[in-house]
């Protein structure tokens, strides 16, 4: 007897014009197991499951959903047949309640022209229960959510739709420790439920702990489907970029730090967000922030750069106190920072790569007369042509909409255009979210080089195996606060998350 499958999709492909997408992939579902779908950026991962989610049309091929064959089927058809989709771009609406977003376009209705609240209230509770956020009120705005909130609704609204096909698109890119591990105790939860789950990540590590069967795209292309116990992280990379690379990154053998400071932070407060912040960044070094989500560490961040205001505190550039009163200031003093969000930070989604990688060049590329400013698109194309070069960054043509980019050569766009600005120091924030192991690899060896350069850098990131392997030293922040700064000698991970986590040192001192 055949085996049965929830979802069966037979050498699909996908063209964009003359670009294919898809070519010739095999995927299928089991009832009750997670399936992981790997591959680099651009690898084909999402196309694929917006075909059977019903965004895209298949050029070629055929899938089928519990058994019945599907042809070209519409969003709101694959909901109907159990398909559940949570991207990894938020969706929500933020003028919204958390009711309302989960509930969109299914309100329950009290009277043909009233909403039933009590009973969509009622409903919402249950499934943020599910979700870990028995706390929260469901008439609050989405917009007053942190971003690690705003995940979790998102797979509250999945769940809420009874789904019995979920696919989740790095759903953990956004959580915390212990959100990401209530969210396995939801996978396998609904595991047991006879649910499948197609997972989408570039988390190893999670991969390894959550999945059940591996399928690996390239280019893409079908390469193979492997039982999770069968195979390694080392191996997984090795598929998926074609050649051998580690999973993980080797730090450089010695330390570029100089003896001259570059940043001193003295005694930064802002009331309700971090208080008491001191530290310094030396040329040529790296320093590490690491803490749990809402630790405050892109706060403190944002106050540097002046795109928040301190209450109070010293900032110091190469000993000169400076009063960096926005991030436009702070470019002009030699400080870039590459922003947590790319999509809402990092790029215009409006402009093309040439005219994205050029902005903070503008002054320099234009000539000014009056208030009249001449943009020499000759110059800034250039510039492009430089960052497209150096971070082999995929595209068709420079006139191509960065919205077109996968996520990992949208954030080369969003570290590239920094490059050549005259900047000193740069601030990583979480500059790896969402982006395959080569090109994480290529965003390390752009920050060593900066190093190598003498540029100072100050990596904020949520993988602590990231910051072990690239920093020079870590400052660990924990509500608000900064711990201790573990020379890169003595870091080691325990001492490193129970910092994070308790907000005490356990040599008790703070560096």
């Known amino acids: ?17 003359g670009v294919q997408a898809l070519k010739n992939v095999n995927f299928s579902l089991r009832a009750g197991e997670v399936h992981v779908l790997l591959g ?11 075909i059977l989610s019903g965004v895209h049309n298949l050029s070629a091929g055929e899938f089928f959903i519990k058994g019945k064959k599907c042809t070209n089927i519409q969003p709101k058809e694959a909901q109907a047949k159990g398909v559940s989709i949570i991207h990894q771009e938020l969706s929500l609406i933020n003028e919204l309640s958390i009711a309302e ?15 039933d609240n009590k009973k969509l209230y009622q409903d919402t509770e249950k499934v943020l229960a599910r979700v870990g956020l028995k706390n929260i009120n469901a008439e609050t705005t989405v917009e007053n959510l942190k971003i690690s909130q705003k995940q979790l609704i998102e797979i509250a609204k999945a769940l809420s739709l009874n789904s019995d096909i979920i696919i989740m698109d790095e759903p953990t890119s956004s959580l915390t420790f212990e959100e990401i591990n209530k969210l396995f105790e939801i996978i396998n939860n609904l595991k047991k439920d006879g649910v499948g789950i197609v997972f989408i990540s570039h988390k190893l590590d999670e991969v390894m702990e959550v999945g059940d069967r591996v399928s690996i795209l390239k280019n893409g292309e079908y390469i193979n489907t492997v039982q999770i116990n069968n195979t390694n992280p080392d191996q997984l990379v090795s598929m998926m970029v074609g050649e051998e690379l580690s999973s993980s990154y080797k730090h450089k053998e010695k330390s570029t730090a100089g003896d001259k400071i570059q940043l001193k932070v003295e005694n930064l407060n802002k009331k309700d967000r971090f208080s008491n912040i001191n530290f310094e960044i030396y040329t040529g070094e790296i320093l590490g922030f690491f803490g749990l ?16 205001k301190k209450d109070s505190g010293t900032i110091k550039l190469k000993n000169k106190i400076v009063n960096i009163k926005n991030p ?13 969000n790319r999509t809402e930070e990092g790029f215009c989604d409006n402009l093309t790569i040439w005219q994205n990688s050029s902005l903070p060049y503008l002054l320099k590329t234009s000539s000014l007369s009056g208030l009249t400013g001449l943009l020499h698109q000759k110059r800034e194309k250039q510039i492009a042509v430089n960052i497209v070069s150096a971070l082999n960054l995929k595209c068709s043509s420079l006139n191509q909409s960065v919205l077109e980019l996968s996520g990992g050569n949208q954030q080369k766009v969003v570290v590239g255009k920094w490059l050549e600005a005259g900047i000193d120091l740069f601030i990583f924030d979480e500059p790896t979210r969402g982006i395959d192991v080569g090109v994480k690899h290529n965003i390390y060896s752009i920050i060593e080089r900066l190093a190598n350069h003498q540029k100072s850098i100050m990596l904020i990131s949520s993988e602590l195996t990231e910051l072990l392997s690239v920093s020079d030293r870590i400052a660990v922040v924990h509500e608000g606060k900064i711990v201790e700064i573990f020379p890169i000698s003595s870091a080691n991970k325990e001492d490193i998350m129970y910092a994070a986590t308790t907000g005490k040192s356990k040599m008790g001192v703070n560096n």
């Open 101 to 115: 977003n989960i509930f969109l376009g299914r309100l329950p209705a009290k009277t043909k022209y009233t909403i």
């Open 40 to 50: 680099e950026n651009g690898a084909g991962k999402s196309t694929l499951m917006k």
């Open 293 to 308: 989500i809402g630790a405050g560490r892109t706060e403190i961040a944002r106050a540097i750069i002046g795109a928040d």
């Open 1 to 17: 007897m055949a085996e049965s499958f929830l979802v069966e999709m037979k050498n699909v492909s996908k063209s964009f014009g």
């Open 328 to 340: 436009y200031h702070a470019l002009k003093k030699g400080i870039g920072l590459i922003p947590e």
